[in-house]
């Protein structure tokens, strides 16, 4: 009885001690696995790209990063000029940092392989999938392989792990950029 009436005690104190220090609104989302199909059905673009430059902004009460990529080669879609301004969510301005889980992060000079849509407001080029849209490419023993990062937790909604686009995570690059051409042309024939 004596254990039952302090366990009492103690969970109601700690109830009262943390319902007053939850004062700031706090945003969550969830990211579901997509296939490399999805991805590539809604994009306008798949490229090679590298990051050449950055810059952060307040937009809308959030850090917007707009990166300068060169283009390297297009894989697919429509041509696009030799550099191009992607947004991704999240950034620094000054001591003020945002991360935001499940977007796409570029590093300068790191290459990329990525499936790219304008925002139908302003034209503005995202990430399509945001994380999952972008392979990142990196060099283990004189190879080019992809990574998929930043992708945080996945939900797969249908239970088909065989095609979702982390399937490419640790492949060759140049092996990641035909599976990207392959469900391009599946996705956009015509």
Do not use: C
Request: glycine share 8%; proline share 2%.
């Amino acid at each position: 009885m004596r254990k039952t009436k302090l366990l009492s005690s103690f969970l109601v104190a700690f109830a009262i001690a943390t319902a007053g220090a939850v004062t700031t609104d706090a945003r969550a989302s969830v990211s579901v696995a997509l296939s490399l199909d999805d991805v590539a059905k809604a994009s306008t673009i798949a490229a090679r790209v590298v990051p050449r430059a950055q810059t952060a902004a307040w937009e809308n009460g959030r850090i917007v990063t707009t990166t300068r990529l060169g283009v390297e080669r297009i894989l697919a879609g429509r041509s696009v000029s030799s550099e191009i301004y992607v947004k991704t969510l999240g950034g620094r301005i000054g001591d003020v940092g945002q991360i935001v889980e499940g977007e796409a992060h570029f590093s300068v000079g790191a290459p990329s392989l990525v499936f790219l849509v304008p925002r139908a407001s302003d034209g503005a080029l995202f990430v399509n999938g945001r994380a999952q849209g972008q392979l990142v490419i990196v060099k283990r023993e004189g190879r080019e392989l992809v990574r998929i990062t930043n992708t945080g937790a996945l939900v797969d909604r249908r239970r088909v792990p065989t095609d979702l686009v982390t399937s490419l995570d640790g492949r060759d690059a140049e092996e990641a950029s035909r599976e990207m051409v392959r469900a391009w042309e599946r996705t956009h024939a015509r």
